[in-house]
């Protein structure tokens, strides 16, 4: 079994940083990748970020350039790095682990960016 605990989340004006924090239960180079989604209200939950266990990391295009996923092996914990925040961003952020075939999930941290 596979946990997930998110954290790093708040409320930030536009232009300001976040960094977010999943710390999983086991060994992260043990999963075939781990990510972050995000889900804002009345919308699906979509990709943000993602690395894989040999270290390949893909963003998606609004994230690009202003966010940085990044991984800590001795704290086994992945980060996601949020700068020059938009409202847009308003989210619950979500981290995920893809562990033999099975998709893990977080609880959730929510990030509400004001202008």
């Known amino acids: 079994q596979v946990q997930l605990v998110e954290s790093g989340g708040g409320l930030v004006q536009a232009g300001g940083s976040l960094r977010l924090s999943c710390a999983a239960s086991r060994n992260i180079f043990s999963f075939n990748t781990m990510a972050w989604y995000r889900q804002a209200p009345g919308k699906q939950r979509d990709l943000v970020a993602i690395?894989?266990?040999?270290?390949?990391?893909n963003y998606a295009d609004s994230a690009k350039g202003r966010f940085t996923i990044s991984r800590d092996s001795a704290k086994n914990t992945v980060y996601l790095q949020m700068n020059s925040l938009k409202p847009e961003d308003t989210a619950v952020y979500y981290c995920?682990?893809?562990?033999?075939?099975?998709?893990?999930w977080g609880q959730g941290t929510q990030v509400t960016v004001y202008s």
């Open positions: 690395v894989t266990s040999g270290g390949n990391s």
């Open positions: 995920n682990a893809l562990y033999f075939g099975v998709e893990n």
